[in-house]
Structures are given as C-alpha cells and as structure tokens.
C-alpha cells in the first residue's frame, strides 16, 4: 500500500529529524525511533511474514532519509537502524539472522537513494549486526556476516560500481570481526 508505505517511512523520517535538531545524538535517535515504531506497526497490524519484511524497508528507508536531511554520518545511521529493528521485531536466532540481512538491503538501497556513501552504509550495517549479535542468541561473526551479504544483495541492485564497493567494505575487519561469505557473493553481472 503506497499510503502505508510513505507514512511509516514519514514517520520514521520525521522522527529522527525532530529529536536530532533537538540536540539528539543520531545513534539514540534512530534506535529509539526504529525500534518503536516497528514495535508498533507490527503490534498495530498484527503483520507477520513479507508484510514484516516490507515494514522493516520502509522503516529502514526512513531513517536513512531522517539521517540524510540533518546531514547525520549514515555508517552511524545504519548501525543504528539494525539495532533499532532487532529491538522492535524482538526476533532471535534465525530469524533475526534473515532480518539482519533484509534490513542490511534495504539501508543500502536508501542509502545509494540519498547520494550517501555506501561504504559508510555498509560498515556501520556490520556493527550493528555485531553489537546485537549476544542479544539475539547468535555469533558476532555470524550475525556480520548475514549483514554483509545483505548489503551485497542490496548493492548488486544498484549496480557494480555499489556492489564493489560494498564488497570491499564487508570484507574487512569490522568492530574486531571478519564477515565471512559462505560462498562468494556473486552479482548480477559476475560469473
């Protein structure tokens, strides 16, 4: 739904931008402001399956939009915005894992939206995977690496220039973790 999806975004948007011109830090602004209003939307909704997936985008696509317009560095956007989702879905273990990396696509989806650096993007998805790696019962290098390849997923729809760009920021040492790769991401383009 259009409506659904500009609101939610809007929202999300609008809240990051209030509390940061209200002297707010990004990071608090942009996990609180995720967090509860996805907590929210799917509490509200009762959503469940791909309609979680697609308010976990919106929500996404709004703080990096928030981030963008006051200017905010959106590595720290990003970190936030997958700390923010993992609170309001409260999923652990695999699921999170899935969330972690569709969440990861869609930051970097917005990100390269905004004209925003994608590598900034890209690192800052990882240690937000890291940081709430403990809180949802699995590894840190487990959770960087769902994050990795959903950023690469994410870049690969924006094009080669984004994916290498990405690759090459998912592929270093990230908050003392290496993000490994099951099999190596491959793009549209790549054999």
Do not use: N
């Given at each position: 739904m259009p409506t659904e999806k500009s609101g939610t975004m809007e929202t999300v948007k609008n809240g990051i931008v209030t509390a940061v011109k209200g002297g707010g830090d990004i990071a608090k602004a942009t996990v609180d402001t995720v967090g509860n209003t996805l907590s929210t939307t799917l509490k509200d909704a009762g959503k469940v399956g791909t309609s979680a997936t697609e308010a976990i985008g919106h929500v996404a696509g709004g703080a990096i939009q928030g981030a963008a317009e006051v200017g905010a560095h959106l590595g720290h956007a990003?970190?936030?915005t997958v700390v923010g989702v993992l609170r309001g879905t409260k999923q652990v273990g695999s699921e999170?894992?899935?969330t972690i990396g569709h969440t990861a696509g869609a930051v970097i989806h917005h990100t390269a939206a905004v004209g925003g650096k994608l590598e900034h993007a890209a690192t800052g998805l990882v240690e937000g995977a890291v940081e709430s790696a403990k809180g949802i019962g699995v590894s840190a290098e487990d959770a960087a690496s769902a994050a990795a390849?959903?950023?690469?997923?994410?870049?690969?729809?924006?094009?080669?220039?984004?994916l290498e760009t990405v690759r090459h920021a998912v592929t270093q040492t990230i908050s003392g973790v290496k993000?490994?790769?099951k099999e190596p991401f491959k793009g549209k383009g790549e054999k």
């Open positions: 990003a970190k936030a999170a894992m899935d390849h959903g950023a690469l997923k994410g870049a690969d729809k924006v094009g080669s220039t984004a993000a490994v790769l």
